[in-house]
Structure formats: C-alpha cells, structure tokens
C-alpha cells in the first residue's frame, strides 16, 4: 500500500465530515436519519458504574492487578483443542492503557479474519469520512409546465435506501408538480463497473442474499423479497415482490389443503437486464406468509424499474424503456439523506451486513480519490487510515471490505493495534465502540455471553466462514480499570466451527471475570 502523502488533522477531519454535499437550487428534501441513540446500546456504562468511555483518557492501568492464570489456562485449552482438530489459531490480548500483554499466542501469524475484516472498513469509514457523513440520493432533471423529459435517479452508495424511501421521493416528485415523466435514466457514474465485489466470484451460483452485487444507485440492498401468501386450496397463492417491477415472474406456488407440508421452488435466472423468477411447489390453506430474500444478478436498473412503477402508482405518467445513463443532468428535483455514517456503521458491527460493508468501503474511494470509487482504491485508503490511527496496515491483506470469502489476511497483533488505536482516539472511539455487538443483548452476539449481559461489557465482531471462526473487540471495565482488546482468529476447522466458538467465548469470558472480579452485583 502507498504512503500517504501527508497526515490529515483531526480537526481538517471534523470539519469536512459536517459539510454537506452541493445540491440543487430548493430541492425537496427527505431524510432516512433517525435520532442519535443515547440508549445503552452506545453507552459503556456497567452495572457497579460508568466505565472510562472510549476517546477518553484512561485511569490507573487494569493491568496492575490483573492475574491472568484463568484466562491462559483457557487459552491452552484453545490452543489445544485447535491443533487438535488440524486448525491453526492466533490469539493476543492486551490492556488498553498501557498496551501490556496479558495473552497471546502466534499473534504476528495471518489468517483469514472473515468478517472481522469490517473492524478495518469501519474505522477508516470514520476516520476519512467521519460519522456524521450521510449519503445523498437523488432525482435530477428539468421540469417544464409538469414534464420532465429526462428524470435521472443518481446514487452516491446508500447501503440503506429502501422501498419505503423511494415511495416518499417519488410522491414528493409528484407534490413539486410534474405530472409526466418522458423517460428514467440511472446515472450508476459514482461507484466503477465491477459490481460484483472482489473474491465474490468463488461462490458464482449463490443466489443468497448475503453475496448481493455492489452499485452506486442501489435498492434494498440489491435483493428481492418474494412474499407468498396462501389462498383457498387448489387456488395459486398470492405473490408479492419487493421492490416491484424488477422481477419477471413464472410459474406459481398452488395453495394446498390444511395441514399439507410447505415446499416451495424458486429459480432465478438473468434475463437481459431484469431476473426471471421460475416459481413451484406449494403451502397449506391458512397457513403462514412464507418471505424469501435472493439478490438480484444485475443490479444496475433495479430501482429504475421500481420508480417507473411507483411513480404511476403516485398519478405520474411515465414514458419510455429505463435505462443507464444522466450524467449531464444537475438539476436536483427531489432528495434522500441517509441516516448519519455513525449509525450506518451498526449493520456492520453488529448485524455483520457484507451490502453495508462493500458499499462504504467503495464510497472511500469515491469520496477520496474522486469517482468512480474502486475496490482497489479503497484497501489503499484503508491502509492510509490505519497509518494515521497509528494502527499501522502491517499484517493486514485486504481485498474487499466486508472479509466476505477468501479475501483478507490480518494477524492478531494488527487487529488489536488497530481496536486500541480506536478506543484511544477521541474523534471515532465511542461510533467505533457503539457500532460493535454487545454479547448477550444484540447482534450476532445475541446468543453468546448471556451472562454479561447484564454489564454489556463484551463488545465484538464476529467473524465466521465454513472453516472460519474469529471473535475480535473490547472487554469494558468497571470503574478505575481499563479495558481489554482482544483478537482471536481460528481457520482451518472444517466440522468444527461450533466448538471452536465455545472455546474462544470460555477464553473471552475468563479475561471478563478477571477485570471484573470483585464489581459484578450477585
């Protein structure tokens, strides 16, 4: 990775990420921002009191009456049970304040992190971009007496546009006056031509929501929800889609006399630049909604498709095929802001989104290096924030941003240089911090740690691929004692992914009782 030219300051930093982006002259404006949480979600406060927030300075090290036995006899457990199922594992924990090592094991080796790959994303995100960055998305053209010949949806990489948003654009495009619409077009010039995002190209035939492709103007996060309904048996079940109009449906699911088994087929295939969707099978009278999320192949006029037929539905008359294209138009008629980076951020901390991921490392680029926005460009601007966080790119491999596949190679070491420079940095620790799951209460730690959940003092990514399990993050103290980072990457476990994760959670939940020994309320 090249070398940043210069350091960027803090405060060039904040200053830039409160700047709003050029507009038209009075546009409408709609914004999908909710209010920033002050909920328990984003706060480190445990149950024996305020713990030091992230950014902060820290108070007497943790460390000085940490004993650690407990945590190493788990961690040769770890060890152990890994090289003895064939795997390899890399492990280092350490004090926050003073950087002391308090566990570690081959911390300097490389391995796959699978999504612990988004700790990187997420914080050059906020670092380069900041977290009150939002994604502007909108409608563009000239309107005369009504008529807009040409109306361009433009995107700028909004992970989050939904239906529900572009229903408000196009009912505010129909409040501001025009009646007709000559054609759509769908300026795609943000973000580059590859929409199919590094190494996404080893599981081709993953129709799964989770592998969806990567654009600028984007739409539900570039998938389709199918919905099926049923109705009277021997009659066809209701389908809904959403968005509508991309699709092209065939075939159908029959209804099915009560208390028949659900089985239900559906078959996608592109079809120039739509998906055709071949529909079986059935489900039992007065039996459930069945919802089935695929992506889409092309996603390049999804929502091209969707507004044509939203904005007939809103009284707009809409002429013409859609297509790509717009560039030249400036005029802005209608607007979307998305909700602040700082919240964005917790669809991939804690929900492990991969859309997310891959759609703000790309706007990196976009953003910093001017459009269109490139993967590679991206992992170059990644590598420039560790450097400005101190956290250093050494060790860290990254081609794509979400560590989706075989993508990525980080070591231990760089992941907890890199979550100690966050925690310790007063301009992202706590976005950073707030973004991760909290064990035992949300996310994809929903299930594990329950019992901290109480403290919400496990903070984490996690990070699983069929032969991946990694877990990285925070240990938050009690009062007058520091945290704890934590990395812990295991590859090479095929079959044995679960016990794995349980013996990496025994190890996480030795460190926690020791920080927390004497604090806990009975």
Do not use: C
């Not at 035939?205 to 984007?218: D, L």
């Not at 998938?223 to 968005?243: C, E, H, I, N, Y």
């Not at 190679?409 to 760089?414: L, M, Q």
């Not at 740690?449 to 699983?464: N, Q, V, Y």
């Amino acid at each position: 990775m090249p070398r940043a030219p210069r350091a960027v300051s803090l405060i060039a930093l904040a200053l830039l990420s409160t700047l709003a982006r050029p507009g038209g002259s009075q546009p409408i404006e709609s914004s999908g921002a909710a209010e920033r949480s002050t909920d328990a979600a984003g706060s480190t406060r445990g149950a024996t009191g305020s713990a030091t927030p992230p950014g902060s300075p820290l108070a007497a090290p943790g460390s000085r009456d940490f004993d650690p036995t407990r945590a190493r006899e788990q961690l040769e457990k770890l060890t152990t049970d890994v090289r003895r199922w064939g795997g390899r594992v890399g492990v280092l924990a350490l004090d926050v304040a003073t950087g002391a090592t308090l566990a570690a094991f081959d911390e300097r080796g490389l391995y796959n992190p699978a999504s612990n790959a988004k700790l990187f994303t997420a914080a050059a995100a906020l670092r380069l971009l900041g977290p009150s960055y939002r994604y502007l998305t909108g409608l563009y053209g000239e309107a005369s007496n009504g008529t807009v010949p040409e109306l361009v949806f433009r995107g700028s990489g909004d992970p989050s546009l939904r239906t529900r948003d572009l229903w408000e654009m196009a009912r505010d495009l129909r409040a501001a006056g025009v009646r007709k619409v000559a054609a759509i077009a769908v300026d795609q010039g943000y973000f580059d031509g590859r929409y199919v995002p590094p190494a996404f190209e080893q599981q081709p035939e993953e129709w799964a929501a989770f592998r969806a492709p990567v654009a600028a103007a984007s739409l539900n996060a570039n998938t389709v929800l199918f919905t099926m309904r049923p109705a009277k048996a021997g009659q066809a079940a209701s389908v809904a889609l959403d968005p509508p109009g991309f699709a092209v449906l065939r075939g159908s699911v029959t209804t099915a006399k009560r208390g028949t088994p659900e089985k239900i087929g559906l078959r996608l295939e592109p079809s120039g630049q739509r998906l055709l969707v071949h529909l079986s099978g059935q489900i039992p009278e007065g039996g459930r909604a069945v919802s089935l999320a695929r992506r889409v192949d092309d996603p390049r006029l999804v929502v091209a498709y969707a507004l044509k037929e939203m904005l007939q539905e809103v009284g707009v008359e809409v002429g013409g095929e859609v297509r790509l294209g717009g560039e030249h138009q400036k005029r802005l008629l209608v607007a979307h802001r998305s909700a602040p980076l700082g919240e964005l951020l917790s669809a991939l901390g804690k929900d492990s989104d991969n859309f997310y991921a891959e759609t703000i490392f790309k706007t990196l680029a976009a953003e910093k290096r001017g459009r269109p926005g490139t993967a590679e460009a991206a992992a170059e601007l990644v590598g420039e924030a560790l450097r400005e966080l101190d956290a250093s790119e050494e060790g860290v491999f990254l081609r794509n941003g979400s560590g989706l596949f075989d993508a990525a190679r980080a070591s231990p070491r760089s992941v907890v240089r890199l979550l100690r420079a966050a925690f310790l940095d007063p301009a992202l620790g706590a976005d950073f911090t707030a973004q991760l799951a909290i064990g035992g209460v949300d996310g994809t730690l929903r299930g594990r740690f329950r019992a901290w959940s109480r403290e919400r003092a496990i903070r984490a990514k996690t990070g699983t691929l069929a032969s991946v399990a990694a877990l990285s993050g925070y240990i938050l103290p009690p009062r007058g004692r520091s945290p704890i980072a934590f990395s812990v990457l295991a590859s090479d476990l095929p079959g044995k992914i679960e016990p794995a994760r349980r013996a990496i959670d025994d190890f996480v939940g030795a460190l926690a009782e020791e920080l927390w020994k004497g604090a806990r309320a009975p």
